[in-house]
């Protein structure tokens, strides 16, 4: 290999010239690429027209859809028809920033909408101008992350499911008539989790605690 006309990092490795490294935002994804790459996020995403057509979705919306069993006829709920809409008649042409909405379609899940303009025209779109809408499955995400700290802090499982509500927002009566349990319990369980996590190496977030029994965030 030829090596004259490439740098060397501080660790003594060969790198390329700064002048010859790739531009991510140059480069151009194929096709199936890109249906690949939009059905690995995990963020649903859906193209609209201003006339409420759906152009595109990709898996992760019916997935989503399906888990909370959200009746979409033609590919779109209702509700999102609704913010669609409501999208159209609050912004201007030329507005930048999205319209953000959550909604919960059944107790403790929490969807976030994101609403902005599509930068481009599509030929699929018939002239029409296009909505880009990007669906955040919140509490599922909370519940990859209750897993991932599980495991970190040796957490039981009511424990991790008490420990997701808490960060989810949940107030303590609303997760004791979850559990069936008193309220007592559930600040038992949060101080466990607060010892387990300050115990943890290297400092992890911790639950912050206002008096004797409230837990106002973390950090």
Known sequence: MNVSNYNTNSSGKYVLPEANQPDPSSLQLGCSQLV??????????????????LIYRNQTVTKIFEAL???????????????????????????????????????SRLLRWHISWFPEHLPEADGQRCMLVVLENCYGDLLIQMHR???????????????VMLKFGMAYQDIADNFSITINTVKSHARNIYNKQRDHKPQAPRLWFLGDDQICGTN
Request: charged fraction near 25%; glycine fraction near 2%.
């Open 36 to 53: 690949t790459l939009l059905n690995a996020m995990r963020s649903g995403v859906l193209v609209v027209t201003d006339d409420m057509r």
């Open 149 to 163: 700290d599980q495991k970190r802090y040796d957490l039981t499982d009511r424990e991790s499911q008490i420990w």
């Open 69 to 107: 069993n959200i009746h979409a006829p033609n590919g779109m709920p209702q509700a999102l028809i609704n913010y669609c809409n409501q999208f159209l008649q609050e912004t201007d042409e030329w507005e930048t920033e999205p319209l953000i909405i959550d909604c919960q379609p059944c107790p």
